[in-house]
């Protein structure tokens, strides 16, 4: 048990079908910062495991923010939260790899993702 966050895929264009191709575009585990921040800055400060669209601007907002993350800014900038098995509210190691590797894949999402023609879908459960 504990905090899962998901970014879905999902195409804009129906399928034959009517369906929408939607697959995982990146998972977390118990990154708790992360998800506050989705939760204050995409999900209206509902924190209901809902489906949430993410939008380009969003995502290079949150980009920005993770870049000025250091020893002295983390707990102003990107603060960790409690909650059901959320995980560590320490702002260690682990955090910071977390906030390093989550800065590597936002930016590799900023130059190559379509937001023409795909959109992106944050998801969290516990």
């Not at 966050?5 to 009517?18: A, D, H, I, Q, V």
């Not at 590597?104 to 023609?117: I, M």
């Amino acid at each position: 048990m504990g905090l899962d966050m998901y970014l879905n895929k999902k195409e804009k264009t129906p399928m034959s079908n009517g369906a929408c191709r939607d697959v995982e575009y990146a998972y977390w585990r118990k990154f708790n910062a992360l998800h506050l921040w989705f939760v204050h800055n995409v999900q209206g400060d509902v924190d209901d495991c809902g489906d949430y669209s993410v939008t380009k601007e969003q995502l290079e907002s949150l980009l920005d923010t993770l870049r000025r993350i250091n020893d002295d800014t983390a707990n102003e900038l990107f603060p960790t939260g409690r909650g059901f098995f959320f995980g560590s509210t320490d702002y260690d190691e682990w955090y910071f790899q977390d906030v390093k590797e989550t800065i590597d894949l936002f930016e590799r999402t900023l130059l190559e993702f379509d937001f023409d023609e795909e959109e992106l879908w944050y998801h969290s459960s516990w």
